[in-house]
């Protein structure tokens, strides 16, 4: 155990009745989260605001990335009733706004992106006034299964580049590929009808101010309006480990640095995740004009 | 009546651990429910315990640096 956090890697325990409900309803529907599987430390306080995000396609994944904690290996046959699972899960915790992702499968034709239209088309039927964000893998650069995603026009579509293209071969590895995943983004933006498009990095790796600017200038380039960026912390001793614990104000820093250059919605705090408080901060186009949500798909 | 306060499952798939890092209230304490009753640390974050009820603290049943699981009990309330 690492006793040596800074005092802003602190967060509430899991606790209480509104906890336990959100618990016991993902266990009912037999649901994977990313906050489980990520052991993420901030889910003691989503799931007590009765939010979560579903991690679609299993909980193992084909890659192996040095900073987490998805298992990885061969993973099991896609289930074909879990878009409808996770659509009930929408409609039962009356969510306004639903986060999909997955974990990659690049062992599947198109990597998964049928089941997340699937689960899109799932929680359109069950909760039609939810905005619907996904967060996916890159499906290998293949185009035509980011398109499969954007068919079903999500609210939000999200590809995390998770950190600077310098550090990519030690904290992703081989299988990712940073032009790769800025692709996905590019064709997204591109895409009609166009979502918002939106990423996430971590900090804390060992990257520059000048590479985090760098990261952000390439996100605009390719069309993304939302990113958050938040400190990376290693799940357990089997992950790399935090080079280091960057301060609040430096996250001020970059928030400032985000909307200078032009992005729309930025996140970025030490415990901030790319789908950390996501209906607050894609909150303000949905309450001033009719949600994407409701448009014929 | 007296209450005994366990360390919540986070509904991890693994192992759930953490390990006393302080106590933030000491015995013979009134606590309200939801005040921190103690801060832990897992590998990936420190974390405060808030307290399911108000009551009296009348015994801590783990110490500092002990290494303790979702289930076990962490302390006693006279409620």
Redesign the interface.
């Known amino acids: ?3 040596g ?1 800074p005092e802003w ?8 009745p509104d ?2 409900n959100t ?1 016991e309803l ?2 009912d529907l037999g649901l994977h989260t990313v ?3 990520a ?1 993420c ?1 901030n ?2 306080q989503c ?1 007590r605001r009765n939010t979560a995000t579903f991690m679609i396609l299993g ?1 193992v994944c084909t890659r192996n990335c040095a900073y987490c904690a998805v ?1 990885n290996g061969p993973p099991a046959p896609v289930q074909p009733d879990e878009p409808e699972r996770v659509a009930e899960a929408v409609r039962r915790m009356r969510l306004k706004h639903a986060v999909v992702t997955s974990v990659t499968r690049d062992d599947l034709a198109d990597g998964g992106a049928s089941y997340f239209a699937q689960t899109i088309q799932a929680i359109r039927h069950a909760s039609p006034g939810t905005v619907v964000e996904v967060l996916t893998p890159d499906f290998g650069g293949a185009v035509d299964a980011v398109s499969t995603v954007l068919q079903r026009v999500p609210d939000v579509f999200g590809h995390n580049v998770e950190t600077v293209p310098r550090l990519y071969p030690s904290v992703r590895g081989s299988a990712a590929d940073y032009a790769r995943s800025l692709e996905v983004l590019k064709w997204a933006a591109n895409f009609t009808p166009k979502p918002i498009v939106k990423s996430a990095f971590m900090v804390g790796h060992g990257e520059s101010r000048q590479e985090v600017r760098e990261t952000l200038e390439d996100l605009v380039a390719a069309g993304c309006v939302a990113v958050c960026i938040g400190q990376y ?5 089997s992950q790399r480990e935090v080079v280091e614990f960057v301060p609040p104000q430096q996250f001020e820093e970059y928030d400032e640095m985000a909307r200078a250059l032009g992005f729309e919605y930025v996140a970025a705090a030490p ?1 901030v995740r790319s789908s950390y408080w996501a209906d607050r901060l894609i909150a303000a186009p949905f309450a001033e004009t009719p949600s994407p949500a409701v448009r014929e798909v | 009546m007296r209450y005994e306060v366990t ?7 693994s192992d759930e651990s ?2 006393v ?1 302080f106590w933030l209230v000491k015995e013979g304490e009134i606590v309200m429910e939801g005040d ?1 009753l103690i ?12 307290s ?1 009820k108000t009551g009296t603290l009348v015994a801590r049943t783990v110490d500092e640096d002990d ?1 303790i699981a979702a289930g076990d009990v962490i302390c006693i309330l006279e409620v």
């Open positions: 155990m690492n006793k956090f890697i602190r967060q509430a325990w899991g606790a209480g906890f336990r618990r993902i266990e906050c489980q599987s052991r430390p889910r003691g799931w909980d298992r912390l290693r799940p357990t001793p415990l | 360390l919540p499952s986070m509904g991890d798939d953490a390990k890092s921190d801060e832990l640390t897992t590998d990936k974050a420190a974390f405060t315990v808030p399911p290494d």
